[in-house]
């Protein structure tokens, strides 16, 4: 497969994280989060993810992508170290804040952050829907939706966490096509968020496709995909497990790269490999304690679209 352009809409190159001082497995979350591991030991969770956020800023860091790393000292946002759930930015100059179902997790939205987005990037507007929260209409960012910034296709798995009202006031806004599936795991439950089944890539996609239920919309997705000129990858559940959809396309010094977890990695095949690395290099980042709060790697990171203040 001929890679694209080295620049990609896809790949930013600039993205924000947040190291927690006070990390946790959120119980409030672990109804409809099946991918939550239950702390039943004595290890120190804080400081095992504190360290493996420093360490995964650091290797991103190497690759040349820029990284905005926020502190978060709170007791009381478990989940902090999530910043793609509460906001996201786009091409243009804008800036979209979401509606968080867990009381919890409304805590995480910091104005530092936005204020310092407006400081170094031209950021036009910034769009807020957390007004939408006292009337249960939830949409927690890119974990709901898995943005096709090419194909302006923003791809929704049902669950209480993405709401199709505000779904669609999103895509209104920002010039997306919603296109909504159900998905469940091996055991029928709902998948809760669409990031942990679904990365899309400048040339390949990522798709748990044995989780979404219909098969027709199955295929519909992967023509889609095929029709913009991107490889789909096929997804076991056993890999949607290990989270090896939740990974994210980034820009670095020398190319595109994609960023996963250490655990998402060894889930792959030796195939699937060698589609990813025709386009883009593999960055592993050891994150096993994060993942115990039932995300990866995509889940830490929230790309930056916008265009820098000269």
């Given at each position: 497969?001929?890679?694209?352009?080295?620049?990609?809409?896809q790949?930013?190159?600039?993205?924000?994280?947040?190291?927690?001082?006070?990390?946790?497995?959120?119980?409030?979350?672990?109804?409809?989060?099946?991918?939550?591991?239950?702390?039943?030991?004595?290890?120190?969770?804080?400081s095992?993810?504190?360290?493996?956020?420093?360490?995964?800023?650091?290797?991103?860091?190497?690759q040349?992508?820029?990284?905005?790393?926020?502190?978060?000292?709170?007791?009381?946002?478990?989940?902090?170290?999530?910043?793609?759930?509460?906001?996201?930015?786009?091409?243009?100059?804008y800036?979209?804040?979401?509606?968080?179902?867990?009381?919890?997790?409304?805590?995480?939205?910091?104005?530092?952050?936005?204020?310092?987005?407006?400081?170094?990037?031209?950021?036009?507007?910034?769009?807020?829907?957390?007004?939408?929260?006292?009337?249960?209409?939830?949409?927690?960012?890119?974990?709901?939706?898995?943005?096709?910034?090419?194909g302006?296709?923003?791809?929704?798995?049902?669950?209480?966490?993405?709401?199709?009202?505000?779904?669609?006031?999103?895509?209104?806004?920002?010039?997306?096509?919603?296109?909504?599936?159900?998905?469940?795991?091996?055991?029928?439950?709902?998948?809760?968020?669409?990031?942990?089944?679904?990365?899309?890539?400048?040339?390949?996609?990522?798709?748990?496709?044995?989780?979404?239920?219909?098969?027709?919309?199955?295929?519909?997705?992967?023509?889609?995909?095929?029709?913009a000129?991107?490889?789909?990858?096929?997804?076991?559940?056993?890999?949607?497990?290990?989270?090896?959809?939740?990974?994210?396309?980034?820009?670095?010094?020398?190319?595109?790269?994609?960023?996963?977890?250490?655990?998402?990695?060894?889930?792959?095949?030796?195939?699937?490999?060698?589609?990813?690395?025709?386009?883009?290099?593999?960055?592993?980042?050891?994150?096993?304690?994060?993942?115990?709060?039932?995300?990866?790697?995509?889940?830490?990171?929230?790309?930056?679209?916008?265009?820098?203040?000269?």
């Amino acid at each position: 497969m001929a890679p694209r352009s080295d620049f990609s809409a896809q790949a930013p190159s600039v993205v924000v994280m947040v190291r927690p001082h006070h990390f946790t497995v959120n119980t409030e979350t672990a109804g409809d989060n099946r991918f939550q591991v239950t702390n039943d030991d004595n290890s120190d969770l804080s400081s095992l993810a504190y360290a493996e956020i420093t360490r995964a800023a650091g290797l991103l860091q190497e690759q040349g992508i820029t990284v905005h790393l926020f502190e978060d000292e709170g007791s009381e946002t478990p989940d902090s170290v999530f910043p793609n759930n509460w906001f996201s930015t786009h091409a243009g100059g804008y800036v979209a804040i979401y509606p968080m179902k867990a009381l919890s997790r409304r805590r995480e939205r910091r104005s530092d952050i936005i204020e310092m987005l407006k400081s170094r990037y031209r950021v036009r507007e910034v769009i807020d829907y957390s007004g939408l929260e006292p009337d249960g209409l939830f949409l927690e960012g890119t974990g709901s939706m898995v943005l096709d910034h090419i194909g302006r296709i923003a791809y929704a798995v049902r669950s209480d966490r993405t709401n199709p009202i505000a779904l669609e006031r999103f895509c209104t806004r920002f010039c997306f096509e919603p296109m909504v599936f159900s998905a469940k795991d091996v055991s029928g439950f709902d998948v809760y968020h669409t990031n942990v089944l679904m990365c899309v890539a400048t040339d390949f996609a990522m798709v748990g496709l044995d989780l979404i239920t219909d098969w027709g919309r199955r295929r519909e997705i992967v023509n889609r995909f095929e029709r913009a000129g991107r490889q789909v990858i096929g997804l076991t559940n056993a890999q949607v497990e290990r989270f090896a959809g939740n990974a994210i396309e980034l820009r670095g010094k020398n190319g595109r790269v994609l960023a996963l977890s250490t655990s998402a990695l060894l889930a792959l095949t030796t195939k699937q490999i060698d589609i990813i690395s025709q386009t883009a290099r593999l960055l592993p980042l050891a994150i096993p304690t994060v993942e115990r709060a039932g995300g990866s790697v995509r889940c830490t990171i929230t790309g930056v679209h916008l265009a820098p203040r000269d």
